[in-house]
């Protein structure tokens, strides 16, 4: 893992290439804006973020399909995509990360455990996806989907160098 916190390695990259990320939040809240944004200059790449939370938010805000809802979840590889797409998308974004996941402590199906969370990642390169199951408590299970998150965009940045 690198010395310096994964935003800052990010903010870097970003800043060095000239490309800009965007977010869409649902089970961390808006945790991981939060940690980009605490970098000085992160203006200079961070276009925004949306916490789409409930269903509707989703589908209204970042334009997930009302069927994929429906048919795989909230918390699925193709919500969590069409969520990165959605916000790559509406803020013109090079990059977009989506989370989607159950923090607990309840909420959670044999299927679905609490602490599942899926990650996904949009770019013009193409889109990825990436499933965790956390075993912290709530606000934990929030700060490791955050993490992930950020690595997912690390990897890729350092990956497409």
Known sequence: ???????????????????????????????????????????????????????????QLLGVHHATLYDHGAVSKETVIEMARGARRIFGADIAVAVTGIAGPGGGLPNKPVGLAWIGLSTRQGETAQHFIWIRDREGNKEESAEAALRMVWEYLKRDR
């Open 1 to 59: 893992m690198p010395n310096s916190p994964l935003e800052v390695l990010i903010g870097q990259i970003l800043t060095e290439r000239k490309l800009t990320l965007a977010t869409a939040e649902s089970c961390t809240g808006g945790l991981i804006s939060h940690r980009i944004t605490n970098i000085p200059g992160s203006s200079e790449y961070f276009i925004g973020g949306i916490v789409a939370y409930a269903y509707e938010a989703k589908e």
